[in-house]
């Protein structure tokens, strides 16, 4: 199959960054939100000198308390509420309610593949302007085919 570059490109964008959204999409639909309390805030292993901090947060779910780490970053005195979102089936897997919280790691994980592919994409000697992309089951499985001023 022949494609041109930007249709190459931009299924490639589709294949690698829709699951991580649509996964995250239906974490969310599904989810149920919550009111948490801020217990404290700790601190991981050290790792080469550098300690990574986190906040400990705890919520009802039916007659259990529910512990997780949370986020390193949040300043709050002991006993503050804290927006949760959790699944019903898994609770101890919750997260704080905040935009940064919740989408981060799937915009970091989206993210470096998206620049990966727009690097590939706008360098010129890599897949060249014009240029046409083959895809085969055969190796090799993609070609790079170059422009001919016959092409429509």
Request: glycine share 8%; aromatic share 18%; with cysteine.
């Amino acid at each position: 199959m022949v494609m041109s570059r930007t249709k190459f490109f931009l299924a490639l964008f589709c294949l690698f960054v829709t699951p991580l959204v649509l996964h995250k999409s239906i974490w969310l639909l599904q989810s149920k939100t919550t009111a948490g309390i801020y217990a404290f805030r700790s601190f991981g292993p050290a790792l080469d000198q550098i300690r990574f901090p986190y906040s400990v947060i705890y919520f009802m779910h039916g007659k259990d308390t529910i512990w997780f780490k949370g986020p390193g970053y949040y300043h709050l005195q002991e006993g503050a509420v804290v927006p949760v979102r959790y699944l019903t089936g898994n609770p101890a897997g919750a997260r704080v309610d905040t935009f940064k919280s919740i989408w981060f790691d799937t915009i970091i994980y989206g993210g470096i593949p998206f620049l990966i592919l727009l690097v590939i994409f706008l360098h010129p000697e890599i897949v060249p302007f014009r240029s046409k992309v083959m895809v085969s089951r055969r190796k090799p499985f993609v070609r790079v085919v170059p422009y001919s001023p016959g092409w429509q």
